[in-house]
C-alpha cells in the first residue's frame, strides 16, 4: 500500500525590506498521513544591494511570531523546537538568498506545566522575523487553525 498523497494548501506570503535586504515569509499548509495539521514555512533573506552582506550568527536566525486573534503574543517557533549552538555563518552577495524552511504543528509552550500543546481551534496571525541584525520583520499572515 503507497500512503496518502501530501495536500500542499497556500495560505500566503508576505514580504518587507530594510535598506538592501528583503525577507520574504510563504505558509503552506500540508495534509496527510502522517502530516495531519502541519504547517511549512520558508523564509528567505536576500541581499538586493551592491555591497555584500555578512554575519555569523546563532540559531534562530529566522523566528516566527503567533498572535492571537486579538493581536495578543501567543508564542513564537523557537520556544517548541530545540536548536543545536552552532555557528551560521551568513555571507550573501547581490541577490543571492538565505533559506531556512520550518515547519510549525501549531502548537505553543504551556507556561504552567512546560508542555508544548496544540493551540485552540481559531484565527491566528504569523509574521516572520530575521534576527541577524538588522532585525526585519514581515507583515502578518492569518492561519486557521482547526
Given at each position: 500500500?503507497?500512503?496518502?498523497?501530501?495536500s500542499r494548501t497556500h495560505l500566503g506570503d508576505s514580504e518587507a525590506k530594510y535598506g538592501d535586504l528583503t525577507i520574504s515569509m510563504k505558509i503552506e499548509?500540508?495534509?496527510?498521513?502522517?502530516?495531519?495539521?502541519?504547517?511549512?514555512?520558508?523564509?528567505?533573506?536576500?541581499?538586493?544591494?551592491?555591497?555584500?552582506?555578512?554575519?555569523?550568527?546563532?540559531?534562530?536566525?529566522?523566528?516566527?511570531?503567533?498572535?492571537?486573534?486579538?493581536?495578543?503574543?501567543?508564542?513564537?517557533?523557537?520556544?517548541?523546537?530545540?536548536?543545536?549552538?552552532?555557528?551560521?555563518?551568513?555571507?550573501?552577495?547581490?541577490?543571492?538568498?538565505?533559506?531556512?524552511?520550518?515547519?510549525?504543528?501549531?502548537?505553543?509552550?504551556?507556561?504552567?506545566?512546560?508542555?508544548?500543546?496544540?493551540?485552540?481551534?481559531?484565527?491566528?496571525?504569523?509574521?516572520?522575523?530575521?534576527?541577524?541584525?538588522?532585525?526585519?520583520?514581515?507583515?502578518?499572515?492569518?492561519?486557521?487553525?482547526?
Amino acid at each position: 500500500m503507497y500512503p496518502t498523497p501530501l495536500s500542499r494548501t497556500h495560505l500566503g506570503d508576505s514580504e518587507a525590506k530594510y535598506g538592501d535586504l528583503t525577507i520574504s515569509m510563504k505558509i503552506e499548509g500540508i495534509d496527510g498521513k502522517r502530516f495531519e495539521n502541519k504547517y511549512i514555512i520558508t523564509l528567505i533573506l536576500r541581499n538586493e544591494g551592491f555591497e555584500s552582506y555578512s554575519r555569523d550568527l546563532r540559531q534562530p536566525v529566522f523566528e516566527v511570531y503567533v498572535y492571537d486573534f486579538s493581536g495578543t503574543f501567543v508564542t513564537d517557533w523557537s520556544c517548541c523546537n530545540e536548536m543545536l549552538d552552532l555557528p551560521i555563518p551568513v555571507h550573501l552577495d547581490r541577490g543571492e538568498e538565505f533559506i531556512e524552511v520550518k515547519s510549525w504543528f501549531g502548537s505553543a509552550l504551556d507556561t504552567l506545566d512546560c508542555d508544548i500543546k496544540p493551540l485552540p481551534m481559531g484565527r491566528y496571525y504569523i509574521k516572520g522575523a530575521w534576527l541577524g541584525g538588522p532585525i526585519v520583520e514581515t507583515g502578518l499572515i492569518t492561519v486557521d487553525i482547526g
